[in-house]
Nanobody
Framework: QVQLVESGGGLVQTGGSLRLSCAAS????????LGWFRQAPGREREFVAA????????YNLDSVKGRFTISRDNAKNTVYLQMNSLKPEDTAVYYC???????????????WGQGTQVTVSS
């Protein structure tokens, strides 16, 4: 079992920045992938980015490439999502997720955090 707790969400103006954090606890001695997803009102949850134990990362959305950066601190069992140049369309609940393995894909995550709200005002 892995428990995930997100933090860092909030209200920011267009063009601003936020850094989301997700702390993992529990069975963290094994290699696992950490990912970020988001869900806007009335829309399906979508994959944003993922990173494996060695720092290999993938980004799913063209809309966030160059603006969002995923990173992790293995010593702290924490993954971060640095979000710059935020836009109103980035408004969503952002979820952290984890799965055991080494391939940072968008599928088959087993553990989820409770989510943190990000609101970008225009």
């Amino acid at each position: 079992q892995v428990q995930l707790v997100e933090s860092g969400g909030g209200l920011v103006q267009t063009g601003g920045s936020l850094r989301l954090s997700c702390a993992a606890s529990g069975r963290t001695s094994s290699s696992y992938v950490l990912g970020w997803f988001r869900q806007a009102p009335g829309r399906e949850r979508e994959f944003v980015a993922a990173i494996n134990w060695n720092g290999l990362s993938t980004y799913n959305l063209d809309s966030v490439k160059g603006r969002f950066t995923i990173s992790r601190d293995n010593a702290k069992n924490t993954v971060y999502l640095q979000m710059n140049s935020l836009k109103p369309e980035d408004t969503a609940v952002y979820y952290c997720a984890a799965k055991f393995g080494i391939v940072p894909t968008k599928i088959q995550y087993d553990y989820w955090g409770q989510g943190t709200q990000v609101t970008v005002s225009s």
